[in-house]
Protein backbone atom coordinates (compact mmCIF):
# COMPACT_ATOMS: atom_id res chain seq x y z
CA UNK A 1 0.00 0.00 0.00
CA UNK A 2 1.71 3.26 -1.16
CA UNK A 3 0.30 5.34 1.85
CA UNK A 4 1.74 3.34 4.83
CA UNK A 5 5.21 2.23 6.11
CA UNK A 6 7.44 -0.06 8.32
CA UNK A 7 8.20 1.46 11.44
CA UNK A 8 11.62 -0.80 10.30
CA UNK A 9 11.45 1.93 7.25
CA UNK A 10 13.31 4.87 6.95
CA UNK A 11 13.18 6.55 3.89
CA UNK A 12 16.84 7.63 1.99
CA UNK A 13 15.91 11.12 2.04
CA UNK A 14 19.02 11.56 3.48
CA UNK A 15 22.24 10.74 2.08
CA UNK A 16 24.33 8.32 3.65
CA UNK A 17 26.99 10.54 5.21
CA UNK A 18 29.60 10.02 7.89
CA UNK A 19 30.67 6.69 5.99
CA UNK A 20 34.03 8.64 4.97
CA UNK A 21 34.93 9.08 8.62
CA UNK A 22 34.52 5.06 9.96
CA UNK A 23 37.45 3.56 11.01
CA UNK A 24 39.78 2.20 8.57
CA UNK A 25 39.98 -1.58 8.45
CA UNK A 26 41.45 -3.58 10.98
CA UNK A 27 40.65 -6.89 10.01
CA UNK A 28 42.20 -8.28 6.97
CA UNK A 29 40.19 -9.40 4.12
CA UNK A 30 40.72 -12.91 4.64
CA UNK A 31 38.34 -12.59 7.86
CA UNK A 32 35.36 -15.00 7.62
CA UNK A 33 32.35 -13.71 6.70
CA UNK A 34 29.71 -12.96 8.94
CA UNK A 35 25.78 -14.12 9.80
CA UNK A 36 24.13 -10.94 10.76
CA UNK A 37 20.38 -11.59 12.08
CA UNK A 38 18.70 -8.25 11.98
CA UNK A 39 14.81 -7.77 11.97
CA UNK A 40 13.55 -8.43 8.90
CA UNK A 41 11.15 -6.25 6.19
CA UNK A 42 12.54 -3.10 5.13
CA UNK A 43 14.67 -2.99 8.49
CA UNK A 44 16.91 -5.50 7.43
CA UNK A 45 16.70 -3.62 3.82
CA UNK A 46 17.84 -0.45 5.11
CA UNK A 47 20.90 -2.45 7.25
CA UNK A 48 21.82 -4.63 4.00
CA UNK A 49 21.89 -0.88 1.80
CA UNK A 50 22.96 1.83 3.72
CA UNK A 51 24.98 -0.29 6.69
CA UNK A 52 26.19 -3.57 6.01
CA UNK A 53 28.53 -2.28 3.18
CA UNK A 54 30.17 0.59 5.06
CA UNK A 55 31.23 -2.30 7.56
CA UNK A 56 32.84 -4.21 5.03
CA UNK A 57 34.37 -1.09 3.48
CA UNK A 58 35.66 -0.38 6.93
CA UNK A 59 37.04 -3.64 8.07
CA UNK A 60 37.10 -6.25 4.64
CA UNK A 61 34.58 -8.41 6.22
CA UNK A 62 31.55 -9.51 4.06
CA UNK A 63 28.10 -9.68 5.99
CA UNK A 64 25.87 -12.59 5.09
CA UNK A 65 21.90 -10.87 6.51
CA UNK A 66 19.32 -13.35 8.10
CA UNK A 67 16.00 -11.98 8.89
CA UNK A 68 15.26 -13.08 12.40
CA UNK A 69 11.73 -12.04 14.00
CA UNK A 70 11.53 -10.22 16.95
CA UNK A 71 10.04 -12.21 19.37
CA UNK A 72 10.39 -15.28 21.55
CA UNK A 73 10.94 -18.14 18.35
CA UNK A 74 14.04 -16.41 17.75
CA UNK A 75 15.62 -17.56 21.18
CA UNK A 76 13.81 -20.75 20.38
CA UNK A 77 15.35 -21.44 17.34
CA UNK A 78 18.83 -20.12 18.79
CA UNK A 79 18.66 -22.89 21.34
CA UNK A 80 17.42 -25.83 19.51
CA UNK A 81 20.34 -24.55 17.22
CA UNK A 82 22.64 -25.17 20.41
CA UNK A 83 21.74 -28.50 20.87
CA UNK A 84 23.38 -29.67 17.62
CA UNK A 85 26.22 -27.37 18.77
CA UNK A 86 25.98 -24.40 15.58
CA UNK A 87 24.44 -20.78 15.21
CA UNK A 88 21.78 -19.77 13.19
CA UNK A 89 23.84 -16.41 13.19
CA UNK A 90 27.12 -15.19 14.29
CA UNK A 91 25.49 -11.67 15.85
CA UNK A 92 21.79 -10.89 16.55
CA UNK A 93 19.76 -8.59 17.41
CA UNK A 94 17.46 -9.35 19.96
CA UNK A 95 15.00 -7.62 22.36
CA UNK A 96 13.92 -7.07 25.57
CA UNK A 97 12.15 -10.40 26.72
CA UNK A 98 13.62 -13.06 24.87
CA UNK A 99 16.93 -11.41 25.83
CA UNK A 100 16.72 -11.77 29.19
CA UNK A 101 15.09 -15.55 29.32
CA UNK A 102 18.13 -16.40 26.66
CA UNK A 103 20.68 -15.27 29.22
CA UNK A 104 18.96 -16.73 32.72
CA UNK A 105 19.60 -20.07 30.01
CA UNK A 106 22.83 -19.33 29.22
CA UNK A 107 23.10 -19.50 25.71
CA UNK A 108 24.56 -16.11 24.48
CA UNK A 109 28.43 -15.97 24.53
CA UNK A 110 30.26 -13.53 26.76
CA UNK A 111 32.08 -10.61 25.50
CA UNK A 112 35.06 -9.43 25.53
CA UNK A 113 34.80 -5.74 26.29
CA UNK A 114 38.18 -4.60 25.21
CA UNK A 115 37.32 -5.64 21.53
CA UNK A 116 34.72 -3.41 22.18
CA UNK A 117 36.58 0.16 23.00
CA UNK A 118 33.51 2.15 21.49
CA UNK A 119 31.75 0.49 24.46
CA UNK A 120 32.26 3.73 26.28
CA UNK A 121 30.61 5.90 24.11
CA UNK A 122 27.47 4.26 25.43
CA UNK A 123 25.60 4.34 29.08
CA UNK A 124 25.46 0.92 31.04
CA UNK A 125 21.98 0.91 30.36
CA UNK A 126 23.01 -0.43 27.06
CA UNK A 127 25.44 -3.32 28.44
CA UNK A 128 23.65 -6.64 29.44
CA UNK A 129 25.93 -8.63 32.14
CA UNK A 130 25.79 -12.15 33.53
CA UNK A 131 26.37 -12.03 37.85
CA UNK A 132 29.52 -12.24 37.20
CA UNK A 133 30.02 -9.20 35.12
CA UNK A 134 30.71 -10.61 32.03
CA UNK A 135 28.95 -8.97 29.04
CA UNK A 136 26.61 -10.54 26.54
CA UNK A 137 24.56 -8.08 25.21
CA UNK A 138 25.80 -4.47 23.55
CA UNK A 139 22.91 -1.65 22.45
CA UNK A 140 22.38 -1.34 19.16
CA UNK A 141 19.71 0.98 18.23
CA UNK A 142 16.39 2.34 19.81
CA UNK A 143 12.85 2.90 18.77
CA UNK A 144 10.13 5.42 20.06
CA UNK A 145 6.29 4.63 20.86
CA UNK A 146 4.56 8.43 20.93
CA UNK A 147 1.04 9.83 21.29
CA UNK A 148 -0.31 9.74 17.73
CA UNK A 149 -2.93 12.29 16.64
CA UNK A 150 -4.69 13.44 13.13
CA UNK A 151 -4.29 16.90 13.22
CA UNK A 152 -7.43 17.31 11.03
CA UNK A 153 -9.59 15.59 13.61
CA UNK A 154 -7.79 16.71 16.69
CA UNK A 155 -6.32 20.08 15.99
CA UNK A 156 -4.46 20.72 19.28
CA UNK A 157 -2.75 17.42 19.88
CA UNK A 158 -3.01 16.52 23.60
CA UNK A 159 0.58 16.65 25.76
CA UNK A 160 -0.67 13.64 27.97
CA UNK A 161 -1.01 10.41 27.66
CA UNK A 162 -3.93 10.84 30.34
CA UNK A 163 -6.37 11.53 27.02
CA UNK A 164 -6.39 8.03 26.08
CA UNK A 165 -8.98 8.20 29.20
CA UNK A 166 -10.63 11.12 28.21
CA UNK A 167 -14.70 10.35 27.34
CA UNK A 168 -14.65 12.54 24.81
CA UNK A 169 -12.61 9.95 22.68
CA UNK A 170 -14.80 6.75 23.51
CA UNK A 171 -14.33 4.61 20.32
CA UNK A 172 -11.93 6.65 18.69
CA UNK A 173 -8.56 5.20 19.86
CA UNK A 174 -5.84 2.75 18.54
CA UNK A 175 -3.56 1.06 20.69
CA UNK A 176 -0.88 -1.78 19.76
CA UNK A 177 -2.48 -5.33 20.83
CA UNK A 178 -0.63 -6.92 23.24
CA UNK A 179 0.65 -6.02 27.10
CA UNK A 180 4.41 -7.19 26.10
CA UNK A 181 4.32 -4.30 22.60
CA UNK A 182 2.02 -2.10 23.71
CA UNK A 183 3.56 -1.48 27.20
CA UNK A 184 0.35 0.01 28.37
CA UNK A 185 0.31 -1.05 31.84
CA UNK A 186 4.29 1.14 32.32
CA UNK A 187 2.14 3.99 30.38
CA UNK A 188 -0.85 3.66 32.44
CA UNK A 189 1.86 3.61 35.94
CA UNK A 190 3.63 6.59 34.66
CA UNK A 191 0.58 8.78 34.07
CA UNK A 192 -1.27 7.96 37.19
CA UNK A 193 0.86 6.09 39.74
CA UNK A 194 4.07 8.23 40.06
CA UNK A 195 6.27 5.72 37.57
CA UNK A 196 6.44 1.90 37.32
CA UNK A 197 7.17 1.03 40.95
CA UNK A 198 3.87 0.00 41.57
CA UNK A 199 4.11 -2.53 39.37
CA UNK A 200 6.58 -4.76 41.12
CA UNK A 201 4.48 -6.66 42.85
CA UNK A 202 1.28 -8.62 41.51
CA UNK A 203 -0.89 -6.41 43.70
CA UNK A 204 0.22 -2.96 42.15
CA UNK A 205 -0.12 -4.92 38.74
CA UNK A 206 -3.86 -5.79 39.70
CA UNK A 207 -4.40 -1.81 40.39
CA UNK A 208 -3.01 -0.60 37.40
CA UNK A 209 -5.34 -3.17 35.13
CA UNK A 210 -8.10 -1.98 37.04
CA UNK A 211 -7.11 1.97 35.85
CA UNK A 212 -6.09 0.64 32.25
CA UNK A 213 -9.37 -1.48 31.60
CA UNK A 214 -11.62 2.37 32.06
CA UNK A 215 -10.44 3.20 28.68
CA UNK A 216 -11.38 -0.04 27.03
CA UNK A 217 -14.74 1.79 26.04
CA UNK A 218 -12.30 4.67 23.75
CA UNK A 219 -10.42 1.48 22.22
CA UNK A 220 -11.42 0.96 18.51
CA UNK A 221 -8.65 -1.14 17.59
CA UNK A 222 -6.06 -3.27 19.50
CA UNK A 223 -3.98 -3.71 16.51
CA UNK A 224 -1.35 -6.18 14.84
CA UNK A 225 -1.11 -4.67 11.49
CA UNK A 226 0.78 -1.30 11.82
CA UNK A 227 -0.13 -0.73 8.25
CA UNK A 228 -3.65 -0.73 8.85
CA UNK A 229 -3.45 1.79 12.30
CA UNK A 230 -1.41 3.71 10.51
CA UNK A 231 -4.00 3.56 7.43
CA UNK A 232 -6.66 4.63 9.65
CA UNK A 233 -4.66 7.30 11.93
CA UNK A 234 -4.07 8.80 7.97
CA UNK A 235 -7.88 8.97 6.98
CA UNK A 236 -9.49 10.05 10.51
CA UNK A 237 -10.49 6.77 10.92
CA UNK A 238 -9.08 6.58 14.57
CA UNK A 239 -7.99 10.34 14.90
CA UNK A 240 -5.75 9.12 17.56
CA UNK A 241 -3.07 6.51 19.34
CA UNK A 242 0.17 5.19 19.88
CA UNK A 243 2.86 4.41 16.82
CA UNK A 244 5.96 4.39 16.25
CA UNK A 245 7.51 8.18 15.91
CA UNK A 246 10.01 7.61 13.24
CA UNK A 247 7.19 6.31 10.89
CA UNK A 248 4.52 9.18 11.79
CA UNK A 249 6.98 11.28 11.23
CA UNK A 250 7.76 10.06 7.60
CA UNK A 251 3.84 10.27 7.31
CA UNK A 252 3.86 13.87 8.04
CA UNK A 253 7.11 14.39 5.88
CA UNK A 254 4.22 12.74 3.20
CA UNK A 255 1.62 15.63 3.87
CA UNK A 256 -0.65 13.47 6.01
CA UNK A 257 -2.16 15.35 8.50
CA UNK A 258 -0.39 13.17 11.53
CA UNK A 259 1.25 14.33 14.61
CA UNK A 260 3.48 12.77 16.76
CA UNK A 261 3.87 13.67 20.05
CA UNK A 262 6.30 13.10 23.18
CA UNK A 263 3.74 12.89 26.30
CA UNK A 264 5.01 14.81 29.78
CA UNK A 265 5.42 11.26 30.89
CA UNK A 266 7.50 10.43 28.39
CA UNK A 267 7.56 8.34 25.09
CA UNK A 268 8.00 4.62 25.23
CA UNK A 269 11.75 3.72 24.63
CA UNK A 270 12.57 0.25 23.14
CA UNK A 271 15.80 -1.16 22.32
CA UNK A 272 17.45 -3.93 20.24
CA UNK A 273 21.05 -5.22 21.61
CA UNK A 274 23.37 -7.68 19.77
CA UNK A 275 23.83 -10.68 21.38
CA UNK A 276 26.11 -13.83 20.14
CA UNK A 277 24.47 -17.26 20.23
CA UNK A 278 26.93 -19.59 22.46
CA UNK A 279 28.44 -21.91 19.33
CA UNK A 280 29.21 -19.00 17.30
CA UNK A 281 32.60 -18.96 15.83
CA UNK A 282 34.52 -15.76 14.56
CA UNK A 283 34.84 -14.11 17.43
CA UNK A 284 37.44 -11.08 16.50
CA UNK A 285 34.61 -10.24 13.85
CA UNK A 286 31.84 -10.44 16.45
CA UNK A 287 33.56 -7.74 18.24
CA UNK A 288 34.79 -5.94 15.14
CA UNK A 289 30.89 -5.56 14.02
CA UNK A 290 29.37 -4.68 17.53
CA UNK A 291 32.32 -2.18 17.90
CA UNK A 292 31.40 -1.00 14.12
CA UNK A 293 27.99 0.04 14.88
CA UNK A 294 28.64 1.31 18.46
CA UNK A 295 30.58 3.98 16.74
CA UNK A 296 29.28 7.34 16.45
CA UNK A 297 29.22 7.78 12.53
CA UNK A 298 27.54 4.42 12.35
CA UNK A 299 24.50 5.35 14.91
CA UNK A 300 24.75 8.80 13.06
CA UNK A 301 24.08 6.74 9.90
CA UNK A 302 21.29 4.35 11.44
CA UNK A 303 19.59 7.45 12.75
CA UNK A 304 19.69 8.69 9.07
CA UNK A 305 18.85 5.58 7.44
CA UNK A 306 17.16 3.55 9.55
CA UNK A 307 15.59 5.56 11.37
CA UNK A 308 16.73 4.37 15.01
CA UNK A 309 17.29 6.69 17.68
CA UNK A 310 21.16 6.60 19.02
CA UNK A 311 22.19 4.54 21.93
CA UNK A 312 25.16 6.49 22.39
CA UNK A 313 25.46 9.93 23.96
CA UNK A 314 24.10 12.12 20.78
CA UNK A 315 26.50 15.00 21.23
CA UNK A 316 29.27 12.39 20.27
CA UNK A 317 27.77 12.12 16.57
CA UNK A 318 27.13 14.97 13.82
CA UNK A 319 23.51 14.65 13.74
CA UNK A 320 21.79 17.91 13.66
CA UNK A 321 19.21 18.79 16.31
CA UNK A 322 16.28 18.13 13.62
CA UNK A 323 17.70 14.68 12.74
CA UNK A 324 18.21 14.46 16.37
CA UNK A 325 14.02 15.42 16.96
CA UNK A 326 13.01 12.97 13.76
CA UNK A 327 14.43 9.71 16.14
CA UNK A 328 14.44 10.61 20.03
CA UNK A 329 12.90 13.45 22.44
CA UNK A 330 15.26 14.60 25.21
CA UNK A 331 12.58 13.65 27.86
CA UNK A 332 13.03 10.70 30.27
CA UNK A 333 11.42 7.87 28.67
CA UNK A 334 9.23 5.69 29.82
CA UNK A 335 11.54 2.63 29.97
CA UNK A 336 9.56 -0.95 29.72
CA UNK A 337 9.34 -3.63 32.80
CA UNK A 338 10.26 -6.82 31.14
CA UNK A 339 10.92 -8.35 34.69
CA UNK A 340 7.76 -8.37 34.60
CA UNK A 341 6.65 -10.26 31.53
CA UNK A 342 9.02 -12.85 32.86
CA UNK A 343 7.75 -13.06 36.39
CA UNK A 344 3.94 -13.39 35.73
CA UNK A 345 3.79 -13.65 32.11
CA UNK A 346 1.00 -15.90 31.80
CA UNK A 347 -1.43 -13.92 33.81
CA UNK A 348 -0.54 -11.19 32.52
CA UNK A 349 -1.29 -12.13 29.17
CA UNK A 350 -5.05 -13.80 30.33
CA UNK A 351 -5.89 -10.58 32.40
CA UNK A 352 -5.16 -8.49 29.32
CA UNK A 353 -7.09 -10.67 26.70
CA UNK A 354 -9.74 -10.64 29.42
CA UNK A 355 -9.74 -6.92 29.61
CA UNK A 356 -10.10 -6.06 26.15
CA UNK A 357 -12.54 -8.61 25.56
CA UNK A 358 -14.62 -6.93 27.86
Known sequence: MPTTFSRRRFLGTAAATGAAALAAPSIVSAAQPLKVGTYGGFFEDSFKQFIFPEFTKATG??????????????????????????????????????????????VFKSLDDSKIPNLSNMPDT????????????????????TLCTNSDEIPDAPDSWAALWDEQYKDQI????????????????????????ILDTKEGIQQVFDKLSELVPNVRLWYKDEGAFQQAL????????????????????????????????????????????????????????????????????????????PVIDPALTDLTAEELAAVSSPKAPIIPRYDIYKDHGNWISDTWSQMIAG
Open 61 to 106: IEVNSVAVPTGETWLVQIKNAARAKTAPADVSLMAGIPRSNGADQK
Open 126 to 145: FKDRYEDGSLYGVGAVSWYI
Open 174 to 197: GLLGLASNSHMLEVTAATFFGGTD
Open 234 to 309: QDGEIPMGQYYHDVAGLAAAEGFPVVSTFPKEGAIVDSGYWIVPEHAKPMDEIHEFINFIAAPETQALLSRNVGTS
